[in-house]
């Protein structure tokens, strides 16, 4: 399994050394402290700084669309293992907001509802390698990513 | 629900107030002094401080409030509490210190209640009456403590905008912004305004915006950036943005982030030998001024 080829979020956990923390996400000083949270799980995960920028970068997008859309949620994150020693980051953000109308859509870049760029969801997907969105209208959004050390 | 003890109670505890203002005074200072952490304060300010609040108390009493309404509903005594603990909040001094005045108040009255009373009904009676009135003072003191200390928060908050985003000349003709830390929309409007205003007043025609010390570049990063150079070329002047490090540059493509209508460099030397290039070819008169002043 390739970075990039794969689609299933719920990669192998190994019990050694797994580590997970939530952080709440209601206001915007929360988003710069779980980018920095995320930063230093990726520098403890052995991310390079390609790898630590963008995986933080993605983790900002998800924060920050749960904050402004989804009305504040949680970020949760975990370090993940699999076969070969594989190590990387899962990242779970979760909001209780009015979900998703058209996922495909949302994931199109230059798809935007607010006053931003466009390329929020299609851009993170690019900046991980396996993605998985979770929403239904009313009951929210929920977002897991995950980035493997390359 | 004013019964008869009720009114005996508290006319005891108000006469003890009045006529033994001074040793209860100088027992809460000293108490509060032992248990140090509030020597920022000062003795003098500490009894002034203390003074207040006896008085205010013992006047609230008199209102004939509920007890445990008294600090809450009558105004002096409220203010003399908020004051206490906000004072403490901006000296630094630690939640727990800062709580513990109040409860030493609690100790002082008591012991000299029991000075003064000879009968044992009574003083069981002050004694509740007093746990109520300041475990009301002790909530309200945390609850204005907190409040003191986000104040101070907020306070730093606006001032580190305004300390991150100098505008600075770093040639005849070229301004620069420095950025550091993120760029939301409130640092953005900051620096908008800097810069535009900056370059009416230099008569500016390149500006630069520096990114070297902004961790990460996302989507609302960019929109912002791209934001801020459209502003400036309404102004009729150029901007560069510098410090596009290799790992931003592989993020922002990966996002689809498309800057390729702006004039990017990786390092601020970069942007500024491009500028200088710029007015060179566009401005000869300031370069030829340039070549005079260094001679």
Known sequence: MRPGEASAV????SPVGFT????????EPDLLATRHAVRSAAVAAGFDLVGQTMIVTAASELVRNAYIHGGGGTLTISAIGAAHGRRGLRLTVADSGPGIQDVEAALTDGFSTGAGLGHGLGGTRRLVDEFAIDTEAGRGTTVTVVRWVT | MATEDDLKVRDLLVRVL???????LDLWVRAQSERAAVTA???????????????????GLETGLPVGDVVERHAPAREAVVRLSVRRARAGVDPTATALA??????????????????????????ITVNRLLDAAGALTFASYVEGREEIIRTQHRQMLELSTPVVRLWRGVLAVPLIGTLD???TQLVMNGLLEAIQADE?????IDITGVPTVDTVVAHHLLQTVTAVRLMGAECFISGIRPAIAQTITQLGIDLSTITTRATLADALAEAVRLLDADFPDMASERVRSAL
């Open chain 2, 204 to 208: 500016a025609p390149v500006a630069i």
């Open chain 2, 41 to 59: 304060l000062g003795e003098r300010e500490l009894r002034s401080e203390a003074a207040g609040v006896i008085a205010a108390l013992r006047e």
């Open chain 2, 185 to 187: 929309s409130a640092r």
């Open chain 1, 20 to 27: 997970e923390s939530t952080h709440p996400v209601r206001d």
């Open chain 1, 10 to 13: 719920d990669a192998p956990v």
């Open chain 2, 18 to 24: 009045r006529e033994h203002d001074a040793e209860i």
């Open chain 2, 102 to 127: 109040t409860l030493a108040l609690k100790d002082t009255l008591l012991d000299v209640l029991r000075e003064h009373t000879d009968e044992p009904g009574a003083l069981f009676s002050a004694a």
